[in-house]
């Protein structure tokens, strides 16, 4: 166990919903970072978070947008969500945000279906 | 455009032997991960390596960059049942607009067969 939770652990939808992914850090880490694994694209850096504010981009859509709150956990918003959009939602974190050089520990991951 | 390749994508192998994974990257990058992968499950990481000539072990698991071949290994010695999984390589690079750009490999599915 990371010490990462995420929540749901699948969600079902349809397309043109919006949903919501929350991820809680392990205790004392200040950096969340998004990642999604799908069959069609594999393994995406998303977004990171460090103690609030959003440190580094990756291949983030506009339709998606999170944010971090101050107690820390960040929420991952998809929106206008669309069949391709099936995969795997991870987030991870680390003590710092020191240019992804630490050791990010990863949560069990949000199975997100869109039919 | 950054690229990564990983290779093999498959990998059986016998217990007791050695193997290596191998990633090759095309521009140049600051930093260079491996994660493990078990079926079903998240991703863990196990090597973060940020500079030419860094290597890192952890068990029967050995990791090396040079960035100048552009190319990092993962060494797998007298490999065991319980390193089946799939391994990822990733490649990282902080863009002028502080952006991260990161790529990851398609990921070696190792099996090891008693």
């Known amino acids: 166990d990371s010490g990462v939770t995420q929540t749901p652990k699948h969600l079902i939808t349809a397309t043109g919903q919006r949903v919501t992914l929350r991820c809680s850090p392990r205790?004392?880490?200040?950096?969340v970072y998004w990642y999604q694994q799908s069959l069609d694209q594999g393994l995406q850096f998303l977004i990171q978070?460090?103690?609030?504010?959003?440190?580094a981009k990756g291949n983030i859509l506009e339709r998606f947008s999170a944010q971090q709150f101050p107690d820390l956990h960040s929420e991952l918003n998809l929106s206008s969500l669309e069949l391709g959009d099936s995969a795997l939602y991870f987030c991870?974190?680390?003590?710092?945000?020191?240019?992804?050089?630490?050791?990010?520990?990863f949560g069990p991951g949000t199975r997100l279906l869109v039919l | 455009e950054l690229k990564v390749e990983q290779n093999p994508l498959f990998l059986s192998m016998q217990e007791g032997k050695n193997y290596t994974i191998y990633c090759n990257y095309s521009t140049t990058s600051d930093r260079l991960y491996w994660y493990r992968q078990d079926p079903g499950k998240s991703l863990e990481s196990l090597f973060v390596?940020?500079?030419?000539?860094a290597v890192k072990q952890e068990g029967r698991l050995m990791a090396s960059l040079d960035t100048k071949a552009r190319l990092s290994t993962l060494h797998i010695t007298a490999a065991v049942h319980d390193l089946s999984a799939t391994y990822f390589c990733a490649v990282g690079k902080t863009l002028w607009n502080n952006n991260n750009d990161m790529r990851f490999g398609a990921g070696t599915r190792l099996t090891v067969k008693p």
């Open positions: 390596l940020l500079s030419n000539g």
């Open positions: 991870a974190s680390s003590v710092a945000g020191r240019d992804f050089q630490e050791t990010q520990y």
């Open positions: 978070y460090y103690n609030g504010e959003e440190r």
């Open positions: 205790s004392g880490d200040l950096s």
